[in-house]
């Protein structure tokens, strides 16, 4: 890749940002509120979701679950469906760690679909793409053993090049792994029938991010939400509700 040769022409300048952005950069709170709930509205049909991931799907750049993620993806499918939902994710997570936050994590029902947000943290710690690859595949499978998943959706890489935190060259480094990660992904998932991969369809407009120019905020919640809501409602009509 020649964003790795980049790299380590300017390794010494990678390494001296890195500091500094870890240094600098805002510590916020994930959002609060409930990370599960359900509905009981028997007159729809019924439906169980359960997101996973680190800060984003945790809520972070949002002061409450309701405008994060979580609290907009309910919002939206409660309309057509009697839903039960959960949430497992925490700031820093990399894919490998969801599976022991799942173990700790106890689920009375089978859940119907998973959606994951994860990716960032894989990208910024430098490790082998075939590693994350097979971290990934060792989760949905996971997902589909011990947790009754009958869906997987995976949501894309987020513009990392366009991160306002992240200065020059960092920026540009970082964005092309995360394009690189987000390629292979899905790749890996069009291969599957009972997973889904969710780009990022929406531009990243700098004002909608979070105060620390690296995390979402409502508005963009609010636009991948709506993304997902439409591909989960679709895929639960026609195949399973």
Not at 2 to 25: E, H, N, S, W
Not at 217 to 225: D, K, T
């Amino acid at each position: 890749m020649f964003y790795k040769l980049i790299a380590v022409l300017v390794l010494p300048i990678l390494i001296v940002q890195g500091k500094r952005v870890r240094k600098k950069a805002l510590k916020l709170p994930e959002a609060i509120g409930s990370r599960e709930g359900v509905t009981n509205n028997s007159t729809k049909p019924p439906l169980s979701i359960l997101i996973l991931g680190d800060s984003s799907a945790a809520g972070v750049g949002a002061a409450h679950q309701n405008e994060a993620l979580l609290g907009q993806l309910v919002h939206n499918l409660q309309i057509e469906f009697d839903l039960s939902w959960a949430l497992v994710a925490k700031t820093g997570a990399q894919t490998q760690d969801i599976i022991a936050m799942l173990e700790l994590a106890a689920f009375t029902t089978e859940i119907d679909i998973v959606i994951t947000s994860l990716g960032v943290n894989d990208v910024s710690s430098l490790q082998r793409t075939a590693h994350w690859l097979s971290a990934q595949e060792k989760l949905h499978q996971y997902c589909f053993n011990k947790l009754g998943a009958k869906h997987i959706i995976v949501s894309g890489m987020p513009p990392m090049y366009k991160f306002p935190l992240l200065p020059q060259p960092l920026r540009w480094v970082m964005g092309s792994r995360a394009k690189q990660f987000d390629r292979l992904q899905a790749l890996a998932i069009g291969k599957c029938d009972n997973k889904s991969y969710e780009p990022l369809m929406f531009e990243l407009d700098e004002r909608a991010m979070a105060i620390d120019g690296f995390h979402p905020g409502p508005l963009i919640y609010a636009a991948l939400a709506e993304s997902l809501s439409e591909r989960i409602t679709y895929i639960a009509k026609s195949r399973f509700v």
